[in-house]
């Protein structure tokens, strides 16, 4: 048999039975194939769909709180940042929770037993404190804030919550080091939006802010020169909460914060740095010591302490920023917004220049 007698045209018979054979086995392929890719599929549909209801309760899982907008899981409806992860999300949803301040009544016993635990080192011994029935002293919050992360600023915002009587933030456009950062919390955008008019430190907290913009040239130096003047901005916020000499302001960063339960020590237990009668300002400070937290791999740390956040009297503030206390940046400063030059210091006994008495209004 020739070559030529093995070909078959294509009008003939048996190849038009074989493209109709091969045509229905190709379609029969396609659907299995369909078939199958949907039988695949559709229990993740029906999981995922399922997932967006019950994420709409407050045991919605956290893994599906991507699924839906943002703002549709607060009772505020305030979307929240794009990329902040999963973590910083599912902080800020607790954190924007409408809720009552869980220890606000104050119990004798709960104070008394409070105020045991804690003691001041003064005069080489370590003073503890005790409960005399104070009426809670209220706390105000001063900070720098600038590219700090919401998971700081959420963990800052429910630990404290409600204990403050205001928050203020002081705002550079600025590093420390001088370079320029564009501002973050400018009113009408959604970092104002969720920081300042959310309830974030509760429902009776003033959230105050300032912006600080400095581009002279002049004497302010180096160092934390610009910082200093930065923090200057905070005791006009101090004033314009209406904090009193009996009140106690938290001079801290927005990543750093004493404990809930050391506050409320220091709204009631009587601790000598805290009391109007006794302290004379000289060393105003009530130093935490206080753990680091890292959360960089290439931070690491173990047995890192730090000496902060401070606490002041109120009476020790109340002066700060007066003409009469200032000293003259030329002879008795450092540079024009820094340190007292040494014949100027408490460790002299000498405030030289300064009145002996502090007025008050």
């Known amino acids: 048999m020739t070559s030529e007698m093995m070909h078959l045209s294509p009008s ?28 695949a599929v559709t229990p993740i549909f029906i ?14 899982p956290h893994h599906l709180i991507h699924q839906l907008p943002s703002k549709d899981l607060n009772k505020n409806n305030i979307p929240l940042p794009p990329d902040i992860g999963e973590a910083g999300r599912f902080l800020l949803l ?8 869980w ?42 804030i600038a590219d700090d992360s919401w998971h700081a600023l959420g963990a800052l915002a429910m630990e404290t919550y409600g204990i403050y009587t205001a928050v203020a933030f002081v705002e550079s456009n600025r590093t420390q080091t001088g370079t320029p950062r564009k ?50 901005l905070i005791i006009d916020m101090w004033k314009k909460a209406g904090m009193t000499p009996d009140d106690i302001g938290v001079l801290t960063d927005a990543d750093e914060t004493p404990t809930r339960d050391f506050l409320r020590a220091a709204q009631t237990c009587e601790f000598p740095h805290l009391d109007p009668a006794t302290q004379n300002c000289h ?32 009476k020790c503030i109340e002066g700060i920023g007066d003409d009469e206390f200032k000293l003259d940046w030329k002879t008795q400063r450092m540079r024009q917004f820094a340190w007292r030059k040494a014949p100027y210091t408490v460790k002299y006994t000498n405030y030289s220049g300064w009145p002996k008495e502090k007025k008050s209004e």
């Open 47 to 60: 999981h995922h769909s399922v997932g967006i209801q019950q994420s709409t309760t407050n045991n919605a």
């Open 103 to 144: 220890d606000d009544k104050l119990d004798t016993d709960i104070e008394t037993e409070r105020c045991r635990r804690y003691f001041t080192y003064h005069n080489n011994t370590n003073q503890f404190s005790d409960y005399k029935g104070r009426k809670r002293r209220r706390l105000f919050l001063g900070s720098l």
């Open 283 to 314: 060393t105003a400070k009530l130093i935490a010591c206080s753990k680091v937290f890292e959360g960089s791999p290439e931070c690491m740390t173990i047995t890192r302490d730090w000496m902060h956040p401070d606490m002041i009297l109120g």
């Open 12 to 39: 003939s018979p048996r190849r038009r039975e074989d493209k109709r054979r091969m045509s229905s086995i190709s379609l029969l392929l396609i659907i299995l194939g369909i078939a199958i890719v949907v039988f």
């Open 94 to 101: 607790n954190a924007l929770k409408k809720r009552p301040v």
């Open 183 to 232: 501002l973050r919390f400018v009113n009408g955008s959604l970092e104002h939006e969720i920081l300042f008019e959310s309830n974030l430190f509760g429902p009776n907290t003033q959230v105050m802010l300032e912006q600080f913009s400095f581009e002279g040239t002049g004497p302010i130096g180096g160092h934390l020169i610009r910082e200093q003047m930065q923090r200057a």
